[in-house]
T-cell receptor, first 114, second 110 residues
């Protein structure tokens, strides 16, 4: 199989604080991990591409200083939302690949900033 | 930049009716993938199409990739209530990065 986990599954934080989301590939080594953001009833928007041991590649319009990505190992990538604001409230989903194409998605993390 | 358009946005069908969603890319794709997301869930990989004109079937689902590798479709025959969810196409260029379509949300009335 190819299982990807995310932690936490949901989090509520106060405006101005930072939140870290973990993405783990449980039974395979992921060559690449992706971070997406999904607003209610909308599609997935790619935020950044993360490769182990190198800096993440951010999509246009995504602030790299606000959304810090650390790809510590072939099974772990983290996304830290710094100085969160209510407009950062969203569903954050990671995915991991072990081959050239198919992506395996995590269950997502619902972030609410109050 | 590359864009992937998907229509329709919503589709309500009676159980047993057929359903089709269409996907169009602004650029030629190296491959196209289809995912299904159930309400409250995360996207689950259904299939990948790579070859021009390719057609693949999974039970009642038929996937097609256009000759120009810029469009694709998913057709479900005789829908069931278990088919409910949002179907996303996602196109990939040479980088492996996926660009998702807007999704088609399917509702099936029993």
């Amino acid at each position: 199989g190819a299982v990807v986990s995310q932690h936490p599954s949901w989090v509520i934080c106060k405006s101005g604080t930072s939140v870290k989301i973990e993405c783990r590939s449980l039974d395979f080594q992921a060559t690449t991990m992706f971070w997406y953001r999904q607003f209610p009833k909308q599609s997935l928007m790619l935020m950044a591409t993360s490769n182990e041991g190198s800096k993440a590649t951010y999509e246009q319009g995504v602030e790299k200083d606000k959304f810090l990505i650390n790809h510590a190992s072939l099974t772990l990538s983290t996304l830290t939302v710094t100085s969160a604001h209510p407009e950062d409230s969203s569903f954050y989903i990671c995915s991991a690949t072990k081959g050239p194409y198919e992506q395996y998605f995590g269950p997502g993390t619902r972030l609410t900033v109050t | 930049g590359q864009q992937v358009m998907q229509i329709p946005q919503y589709q309500h069908v009676q159980e047993g009716e057929d359903f089709t969603t269409y996907c169009n890319s602004s650029t030629t794709l190296s491959n196209i993938q289809w995912y299904k997301q159930r309400p409250g869930g995360h996207p689950v990989f259904l299939i990948q199409l790579v070859k021009s004109g390719e057609v693949k079937k999974q039970k009642r689902l038929t996937f097609q990739f256009g000759e120009a590798k810029k469009n694709s479709s998913l057709h479900i025959t005789a829908t069931q209530t278990t088919d409910v969810g949002t179907y996303f196409c996602a196109g990939s260029g040479n980088t492996g990065k996926l660009i998702f379509g807007q999704g088609t949300t399917l509702q099936v009335k029993p």
